[in-house]
């Protein structure tokens, strides 16, 4: 998913399971500012224990590295889930303080994606999920597209490549994400432009796109897990390589 750095050090991210479909109750936040941060403290956490997962994963299968985020272990689906549910709560919690402010809307949108990745299909679709990371991330758009270098367009990107049928659209992930890349060339933009054409079965142009996301530079908005990106695009290079010989 999308990294974001620079949360304040003294926000506390409170842990709370639970499988419910409507979020769970919070304490409001006492402002706006507190709201979204806390959030995106959460989604910050999440997305790096996430990546941290994903490195964890042995294969050189190509198909194995694209699709890697379907074998995570348990133990970490249940993680972030907690993390997640807690932080789409508190940027519900700054929406309603501040409806325009396109922070809380991102911030649900970022959570509400990886508590969809760490439960079941079946559960995401019951509990609406996907309808709500959709409206999130439209708001987000509609208010302020630039935001986080263009963080809603990478998130739409995303989770259109790799939603289930009927949800899944290539052809509007790759213009969200082409998107993205007009309003900032950020190395991860290149990785899910990637994963999306292989997708499509179009190896040629996935390796480089994977290719060019080992060269790109780092960009602050995704710094903390910049790293991780680079390897996990440096893999899908060298295993396709592989895979012609």
Request: proline share 4%; glycine share 8%.
């Amino acid at each position: 998913m999308l990294g974001i750095r620079g949360f304040p050090a003294k926000t506390a991210i409170l842990l709370a399971f639970g499988a419910c479909s409507t979020p769970p109750k919070v304490t409001p936040a006492s402002d706006y500012r507190e709201a979204w941060q806390t959030a995106r403290a959460s989604f910050a956490r999440a997305n790096s224990l996430l990546h941290e997962g994903l490195l964890g994963l042995s294969a050189s299968d190509l198909k194995a590295l694209v699709d890697a985020e379907d074998r995570l272990g348990k133990e970490t689906l249940e993680e972030l889930r907690a993390i997640t549910e807690e932080g789409a709560g508190l940027a519900e919690a700054a929406i309603a303080l501040r409806p325009e402010g396109v922070e809380g809307h991102l911030y649900l949108a970022l959570n509400l994606a990886i508590q969809g990745l760490a439960r079941s299909r079946a559960a995401s679709l019951i509990g609406g999920l996907p309808g709500r990371i959709q409206a999130s991330y439209r708001k987000a758009l509609a208010i302020d597209p630039t935001y986080a270098a263009g963080g809603a367009y990478r998130l739409k990107g995303k989770f259109l490549a790799s939603a289930p049928w009927p949800i899944r659209d290539y052809a509007a992930a790759g213009e969200a994400l082409a998107r993205a890349n007009e309003i900032a060339p950020v190395r991860q933009n290149f990785l899910f432009l990637g994963d999306l054409r292989y997708r499509e079965g179009r190896l040629a142009e996935a390796v480089a796109m994977w290719q060019r996301a080992c060269a790109t530079s780092v960009h602050p908005a995704t710094a903390d897990i910049d790293a991780a990106v680079l390897e996990l695009a440096r893999r899908r290079v060298v295993a396709a390589a592989r895979s012609e010989e």
